[in-house]
C-alpha cells in the first residue's frame, strides 16, 4: 500500500511538472492530459498490484495444480485361494513377456502349465513354506505378487544363516514405476525380519535389466549364478542376496 502511494504521489507530481508547476496542486484530470495520463497510469498500477498480492491462485496456477501427477493408491494384503486364478493370469502373462522370445512357443506353453496352473498356484498358496502377497490398486485389481519361501538356498550362499527367498515378484507392466513394486518387497522384508531371517536372496534372469536394477537399488548384491531351465533352453540367472 505504502508503495502504491508513492507511485500516485510521484506521478501526480510529474504530471504538476508537465503543465509547469514545481509542485501538484488539485487539477481536474478531464481538463490536464497530463494528470490524466498519471491517473491512468496509477490506476494500472492499482490493477497490477491487487493481482501480485492476491492470496487466491491465478487461473494458470490452478492449471498446473491440475496437472500434477499423483501415484494410484496401492494395498499390500496376503493372498487368499480365491485370488489364485488372478496370479496364475499374471503370473502367466509377465513370465510370457519376459522369456517367451528366449524360448519355442511350445516349451513356454508347458513351462505354463507346469508352473503357473490354476492347480500349481493353488499348491503354493496351501504351502506351509510359503507366504503369497498382493499389490492392488484403489479398485480391488491386481498389480502384482510376491511370494516368500523358506528352506531354500544357493551354493554362493552356504556360509550365511538365517536364510529366505524371495521367490517371485512380478507385475503387471501398467504397475512399473508406480512404486508398487518396491512397496511389495519391503513388506516381504519386514515380514522375514518378523520371522527371524537375516538374509533374504533372490535369482534373477541376467537378460532382465530392469529387474536387477531394481534389486541393485533396493540393496541387494549379486553373489554367484545358477542355471534355470525352460524345456531344454538353460538359461543363467544372477543369485543376488541383501542382509535384512
Known amino acids: 500500500m505504502m508503495t502504491l502511494l508513492r507511485n500516485r504521489v510521484f506521478l501526480q507530481s510529474l504530471a504538476a511538472r508537465l503543465l509547469g508547476h514545481s509542485r501538484a496542486p ?3 484530470s478531464s481538463n490536464n492530459p497530463a494528470l490524466f495520463y498519471a491517473g491512468h497510469l496509477v490506476t494500472r498500477l492499482a490493477f497490477h498490484h491487487k493481482l501480485l ?11 498446473i495444480e491440475s496437472q500434477e501427477i499423483k501415484r494410484p493408491t496401492t494395498a499390500i ?32 506353453q508347458a513351462f505354463l502349465d507346469e508352473a503357473y496352473s490354476l ?6 498358496l496351501k504351502d506351509p513354506n510359503k ?12 498389480l502384482g505378487f510376491a511370494m516368500l519361501t523358506r528352506g531354500t538356498s544357493e551354493p554362493c550362499l552356504n556360509h550365511l544363516d538365517g536364510l529366505v527367498e524371495l521367490q517371485r ?10 512404486g508398487a513394486g518396491k512397496l511389495l518387497a519391503s513388506k516381504l522384508e519386514d515380514m522375514a525380519r518378523d520371522q527371524g531371517f537375516k ?26 549364478t545358477h542355471d534355470f531351465a525352460v524345456g531344454p533352453v538353460v538359461q543363467t540367472d544372477d543369485i543376488m542376496v541383501k542382509r535384512l
Open 199 to 224: 538374509y533374504i536372496w533372490l535369482g534373477v534372469w541376467q537378460e532382465n535389466h530392469r529387474a536387477k536394477k531394481a534389486y541393485e537399488k533396493w540393496g541387494y548384491k549379486a553373489c554367484g
Open 53 to 63: 498480492s492476491s492470496s487466491t491462485p491465478t487461473t494458470m496456477e490452478r492449471s
Open 169 to 178: 515378484i512380478y507385475m503387471y507392466p501398467k504397475a512399473h514405476g508406480t
Open 26 to 28: 488539485v487539477i481536474h
Open 131 to 142: 507366504d503369497t502377497i498382493m499389490a492392488t490398486d484403489s479398485t480391488g485389481d491386481i
Open 119 to 124: 492347480k500349481a498356484i493353488m499348491k503354493d
Open 77 to 108: 494384503r496376503s493372498a487368499a485361494l480365491a485370488d489364485a486364478t488372478a496370479i496364475a493370469e499374471l503370473g502367466a502373462h509377465v513370465f510370457t513377456v519376459t522369456f517367451g522370445h528366449s524360448v519355442e512357443p511350445h516349451e513356454l
